[in-house]
Structures are given as C-alpha cells and as structure tokens.
C-alpha cells in the first residue's frame, strides 16, 4: 500500500505530504533517517526506504517504509 501511493499509482496523495505523514527514524548517527527512493531499474523501482543522511558515507541504517515490524522514533 505504501509503496504504491509513493511510486505515483491513483493516489493523489504528493510526495512530500506522503512523507511529512511518516514517522521520523534515527540512523544509526543518531541523525534523521531521510526517506528516499529506489531510482535503479530493479524490481524495487519507486519503492521507498529510509536510510542514513551521510550518503556516500553511511553508517548502514536501512529500513523499508512499508516493513512490517517495531518502528521507533
């Protein structure tokens, strides 16, 4: 469901609404966890993840948005 909303299906819901609706992870920094998109043609395409503010230089935090499971703020 999330995934589909984000990656542009019916829903008139934008993006930047969609994510200010999130809630906001910490990295492993102890920093906000940006939530991105999958831009490379794979089978994740237009799927959303949260992940480290550093990029290139990551600390490794990486989550789905719509994974199941205990989602801290």
């Known amino acids: 469901m999330v995934s589909s909303q984000l990656a542009g299906g019916s829903s008139s819901m934008s993006r930047s609404r969609f994510v200010s609706q999130l809630p906001q992870l910490q990295c492993y920094h102890d920093e906000v966890a940006p ?39």
């Open 35 to 73: 939530v991105r998109v999958v831009k490379h043609h794979d089978p994740t395409l237009g799927k959303s993840f949260y992940g480290c503010g550093r990029w290139p230089r990551t600390c490794g935090f990486f989550k789905w948005v719509d994974e199941p499971g205990e989602v801290t703020e």
